[in-house]
């Protein structure tokens, strides 16, 4: 039990990391949308250099994380691709406009809120992308490493589609573990117990604490 706890708060962890370096981007240049290692490698480098500079604020002061990602996750993010394959089918397709709506507000909130806090524990990681195994289609999976002197290499996998505005990220794996897929489970369970109406009002209570 307790190793299988370990190696969850490692994969959650870094998952968060992930998450940092579409936080944390210098918007001096355009990033390079057209190219999906390029925007990812665009990502990293300027999260990591955010990191170094912010570490003390972002232990501080976790606001400022809060702001960080709604300035710059959103432009690199596909928020309704995750929003979509986040929940059933049927419970998406059956779902108002309006509802559509407040889950992706929601949803992103609660991602951000969730893994955001891991920020403040950066150490010396750097990433390194792999090629694509084939041509890029519009839906693809870019597979990299998070390196660190302190530890085995940790594999993670990028999952990106190709829209009007260029690539955007909808969902990672790391070693294995889904980040739509974990809160797939969490939201069945609610879904189980009532719709998407009881959804809505879980995660509006979970934001807002």
Same mark, same amino acid.
């Given at each position: ?17 992930? !998450?940092?370096?579409?936080? #944390?981007? +210098?918007? *001096? %240049? $355009? ?75 929601? !949803?992103?909130?609660?991602? #951000?809120? +969730?893994? *955001? %806090? $891991? ?91």
């Amino acid at each position: 039990m307790e190793t299988k706890m370990l190696k969850n708060k490692i994969v959650y962890w870094f998952m968060a990391m992930m !998450f940092g370096w579409m936080m #944390i981007v +210098t918007p *001096a %240049s $355009a990033a390079p949308t057209a190219n999906p290692i390029a925007l990812l490698q665009y990502i990293a480098n300027n999260m990591i250099n955010g990191l170094k500079t912010n570490k003390a604020t972002l232990k501080t002061k976790p606001s400022v994380v809060y702001q960080l990602a709604y300035e710059y996750v959103v432009p690199y993010a596909s928020l309704s691709e995750m929003s979509r394959r986040v929940l059933p089918p049927n419970v998406w397709n059956n779902a108002t406009d309006d509802q559509r709506k407040q889950f992706q507000d929601l !949803f992103t909130k609660t991602v #951000i809120r +969730t893994y *955001a %806090s $891991a920020l403040s524990n950066y150490e010396d990681q750097s990433i390194r992308f792999f090629p694509l195994r084939t041509g890029p289609g519009n839906n693809i999976e870019v597979r990299s490493q998070i390196i660190s002197s302190q530890r085995e290499p940790i594999n993670v996998t990028y999952r990106m589609i190709r829209t009007t505005g260029g690539w955007r990220l909808y969902d990672m794996s790391v070693e294995g573990v889904s980040m739509l897929g974990s809160f797939q489970a969490q939201f069945a369970d609610i879904l189980a117990q009532g719709n998407m109406a009881t959804l809505l009002g879980k995660l509006s209570g979970h934001t807002a604490r």
